[in-house]
């Protein structure tokens, strides 16, 4: 630590070189800027001043002449209209006057010249003019006349005299002004070559001290680090320079060191994982396989499966048609145990097939009008919503981009749930709205059935989860989990809103056209403060394959206040025997 005291800090011999230029050039500008002050007077007395003060005394010669040239023609004539340009004359000689004082008052060589022909023009007035203008008036045009004599004239002479004398004056003034301007400008240009030169000198200086105790120093340090970055870790890093870059290839060496040490720990490392790395891949590798002929197999199985469990169905309905009545009533309640087992076992077959053929098989994504899916969805529950006097109504809904029976299927499944989980004698109301959020559009289907605890929220997208028995609401689980796993598909998202006091919200988003984007900001900007209406949309994700449930609606369950385990509805359809029963004449189908 004590060889970092030793010399001058970098930042010392900057400070240094710095303070010296500056100290140079703030004493450089204050002489500069007194100068300039000294040379801004000198231009002003030169063109505010001494230029007037020429033609100022231009105008008192032309004022004397006037007065001198109307008390002749009042001495020739006798009229007194002869003598306005005499008093013109007068009042612009004052007035002039008046004004070459305030000018000159700088000038005491000015002012004494001036002060000679007020004094020689008041003798005139005195002895000339006015004893011409009084004869004149007493004794008529002959005596004046007489007056005005060859020594009346050299009097005036006397005058145009004074004044070339105050011009000269005046000019040799100017001419001092305008020699002090150029010295002044001459002594701020050689100051100014000082400037450049202090700056020249003092930047020379500071590239060759740079040179010297920074960039040798540090080229010398980047060269030690490269070699150790090639690989020679080995390579002791020793600083020269400033302190603060003998500090700093101390730190470096110490860096290096550590890093020497921990490269061992590494590449042991390395090596081990290269290892895991090895056996990981050949486990993915056998997993992928495994996957691959589980998914066959499971799809096959599924197939194979529908063969007996038809036959098992079908020839327990046989016998069911045949004997029942005939046998006792345990055989009776065996028989119908039989067939809905088989015919639940059907269900949950095609729907597992169907959940695993999403994604998977897929027909391309198009520009789907939901508010045409939506005619199609109530074409598909319109036995359910006949069967419990259902009432289906949707908003104008937007156009976006997805596969058309997926999204079919989505609605049919959300629809159908709501109709199944309906409130005891009240009668089903079911509305679909949208609403475009940033760049999505967020499509939420509401009814007034039994609702979902906040609880059980998410438990009822889970394949399988139930939340009410199957007896209360018959179905296999699977539907929300369809519909979630569309939804994500489609690149959305889906969540039940538990903030509802009546009634349970299903809401899930999908991507917006960019075209839908664009004309909703369009139309905000006018009105920044009012939301932009909500205009159609459409998703841009990879296709899939249309998915029908076994019973053709959503099979996931709601909570009920109870909080009981149950499954999904089968789109509330009438139980066997009862299709001609309830009232078809409530339905309603209504486009918002």
Same mark, same amino acid.
């Given at each position: @630590?004590?060889?970092?005291?030793?010399?001058?800090?970098?930042?010392?011999?900057?400070?240094?070189?710095?303070?010296?230029?500056?100290?140079?050039?703030?004493?450089?500008?204050?002489?500069?800027?007194?100068?300039?002050? !000294?040379?801004?007077?000198?231009? #002003?007395?030169?063109?505010?001043?001494?230029?007037?003060?020429?033609?100022?005394?231009?105008?008192?010669?032309?004022?004397?002449?006037?007065?001198?040239?109307?008390?002749?023609?009042?001495?020739?004539?006798?009229?007194?209209?002869?003598?306005?340009?005499?008093?013109?004359?007068? !009042?612009?000689?004052?007035?002039?006057?008046?004004? @070459?004082?305030?000018?000159?008052?700088?000038?005491? $060589?000015?002012?004494?010249?001036? +002060?000679?022909?007020?004094?020689?023009?008041?003798?005139?007035?005195?002895?000339?003019?006015?004893?011409?203008?009084?004869?004149?008036?007493?004794?008529?045009?002959? +005596?004046?006349?007489?007056?005005?004599?060859?020594?009346?004239? /050299?009097?005036?002479?006397?005058?145009?005299?004074?004044?070339? !004398?105050? /011009?000269? =004056?005046?000019?040799?003034?100017?001419?001092?002004?305008?020699?002090?301007?150029?010295?002044?400008?001459?002594?701020?240009?050689?100051?100014?070559?000082?400037?450049?030169?202090?700056?020249?000198?003092?930047?020379?200086?500071?590239?060759?001290?740079?040179? *010297?105790?920074?960039?040798?120093?540090?080229?010398?340090?980047?060269?030690?680090?490269?070699?150790?970055?090639?690989? $020679?870790?080995?390579?002791?890093?020793?600083? &020269?320079?400033?302190?603060?870059? *003998?500090?700093?290839?101390? $730190?470096?060496?110490? @860096?290096?060191? %550590?890093?020497?040490?921990?490269?061992?720990?590494? *590449?042991?490392?390395?090596?081990?994982?290269?290892?895991?790395?090895?056996?990981?891949? !050949?486990?993915?590798?056998?997993?992928?396989?495994?996957?691959?002929?589980?998914?066959?197999?499971?799809?096959?199985?599924?197939?194979?499966? /529908? =063969?007996?469990?038809?036959?098992?169905?079908?020839?327990?309905?046989?016998?069911?048609?045949?004997?029942?009545?005939?046998?006792?009533?345990?055989?009776?309640?065996?028989?119908?145990?039989?067939?809905?087992?088989?015919?639940?076992?059907?269900?949950?077959?095609? $729907?597992?097939?169907?959940?695993?053929?999403?994604?998977?098989?897929?027909?391309?994504?198009?520009?789907?009008?939901?508010?045409?899916?939506?005619?199609?969805?109530?074409?598909?529950?319109?036995?359910?919503?006949?069967?419990? #006097?259902?009432?289906?109504?949707?908003?104008?809904?937007?156009?976006? *981009?997805?596969? =058309?029976?997926?999204?079919?299927?989505?609605?049919?499944?959300?629809?159908?749930?709501?109709?199944?989980?309906?409130?005891?004698?009240?009668?089903?109301?079911?509305?679909?709205?949208?609403?475009?959020?940033?760049?999505?559009?967020?499509?939420?289907?509401?009814?007034?059935?039994?609702?979902?605890?906040?609880?059980?929220?998410? %438990?009822?997208?889970?394949?399988?989860?139930?939340?009410? +028995?199957? #007896?209360?609401?018959?179905?296999?689980?699977?539907?929300?989990?369809?519909?979630? %796993?569309?939804?994500?598909?489609?690149?959305?998202?889906?969540?039940? #809103?538990?903030?509802?006091?009546?009634?349970?919200?299903?809401?899930?988003?999908?991507?917006?056209?960019?075209?839908?984007?664009?004309?909703?900001?369009?139309?905000?900007?006018?009105?920044?403060?009012?939301?932009?209406?909500?205009?159609?949309? +459409?998703? &841009? =994700?990879?296709?899939?394959?249309?998915?029908?449930?076994?019973?053709?609606?959503?099979?996931?369950?709601?909570?009920?206040?109870?909080?009981?385990?149950?499954?999904?509805?089968?789109?509330?359809?009438?139980?066997?025997?009862?299709?001609?029963?309830?009232?078809?004449?409530?339905?309603?189908?209504?486009?918002?």
């Amino acid at each position: @630590m004590q060889a970092y005291q030793r010399g001058w800090t970098l930042r010392r011999r900057v400070v240094a070189l710095l303070s010296v230029v500056l100290v140079l050039l703030l004493g450089l500008a204050a002489a500069e800027a007194t100068l300039a002050a !000294k040379n801004r007077q000198n231009i #002003d007395a030169v063109l505010l001043k001494t230029g007037p003060l020429r033609v100022q005394a231009q105008e008192l010669l032309s004022a004397l002449l006037d007065q001198e040239t109307a008390v002749r023609g009042y001495a020739v004539n006798a009229d007194r209209k002869d003598l306005a340009p005499y008093e013109d004359g007068l !009042k612009r000689e004052r007035d002039t006057v008046a004004e @070459m004082r305030a000018l000159a008052r700088d000038y005491p $060589d000015v002012l004494r010249e001036l +002060a000679v022909v007020e004094q020689q023009a008041a003798q005139w007035r005195r002895d000339v003019a006015a004893p011409v203008i009084s004869t004149t008036e007493r004794s008529g045009p002959a +005596a004046g006349r007489a007056l005005i004599t060859e020594q009346t004239r /050299q009097r005036f002479d006397g005058i145009r005299v004074a004044v070339d !004398k105050l /011009q000269n =004056e005046i000019l040799i003034v100017r001419q001092q002004t305008a020699a002090d301007v150029n010295d002044t400008s001459n002594v701020l240009v050689v100051l100014l070559i000082i400037a450049a030169l202090v700056v020249a000198v003092a930047g020379a200086v500071m590239l060759l001290s740079l040179d *010297r105790i920074l960039i040798r120093p540090l080229a010398g340090l980047v060269g030690q680090v490269r070699e150790v970055a090639a690989g $020679d870790y080995q390579h002791h890093i020793e600083g &020269s320079g400033p302190p603060e870059f *003998r500090r700093l290839a101390d $730190d470096i060496d110490l @860096m290096r060191q %550590k890093i020497a040490r921990e490269l061992d720990e590494v *590449r042991e490392a390395r090596e081990r994982i290269e290892w895991v790395n090895g056996q990981l891949q !050949k486990q993915a590798e056998e997993l992928t396989r495994s996957n691959r002929d589980l998914e066959q197999f499971a799809y096959v199985a599924s197939h194979d499966l /529908q =063969e007996p469990l038809r036959k098992v169905a079908s020839f327990c309905q046989l016998l069911q048609r045949r004997y029942a009545g005939q046998l006792d009533e345990r055989a009776d309640q065996y028989i119908a145990f039989a067939v809905d087992g088989a015919q639940r076992m059907q269900r949950l077959i095609n $729907d597992l097939l169907a959940f695993s053929r999403i994604g998977r098989l897929t027909t391309g994504f198009t520009e789907v009008d939901l508010n045409k899916v939506m005619g199609d969805v109530a074409g598909q529950t319109e036995a359910a919503r006949q069967y419990s #006097d259902a009432e289906l109504s949707w908003d104008e809904l937007p156009v976006i *981009r997805g596969e =058309e029976p997926l999204l079919t299927n989505l609605l049919a499944n959300l629809v159908s749930n709501s109709i199944k989980f309906r409130r005891p004698d009240v009668a089903p109301k079911v509305h679909v709205s949208a609403r475009l959020v940033d760049d999505e559009w967020e499509i939420s289907c509401q009814d007034n059935g039994i609702g979902v605890e906040p609880e059980f929220a998410d %438990k009822i997208f889970v394949i399988f989860q139930r939340l009410h +028995a199957k #007896d209360a609401y018959p179905g296999t689980g699977i539907g929300l989990a369809i519909v979630k %796993k569309i939804v994500e598909y489609h690149g959305g998202r889906v969540w039940v #809103d538990t903030g509802l006091d009546e009634g349970t919200a299903i809401r899930f988003t999908l991507p917006a056209l960019p075209e839908d984007v664009e004309r909703a900001r369009a139309a905000a900007e006018p009105e920044a403060g009012e939301p932009a209406d909500a205009e159609p949309a +459409a998703a &841009s =994700e990879p296709s899939g394959e249309s998915v029908t449930t076994g019973d053709g609606a959503d099979d996931t369950l709601r909570s009920a206040p109870v909080g009981a385990q149950a499954d999904h509805a089968e789109g509330g359809e009438p139980p066997e025997g009862a299709a001609g029963h309830g009232t078809t004449g409530g339905m309603k189908e209504t486009v918002g």
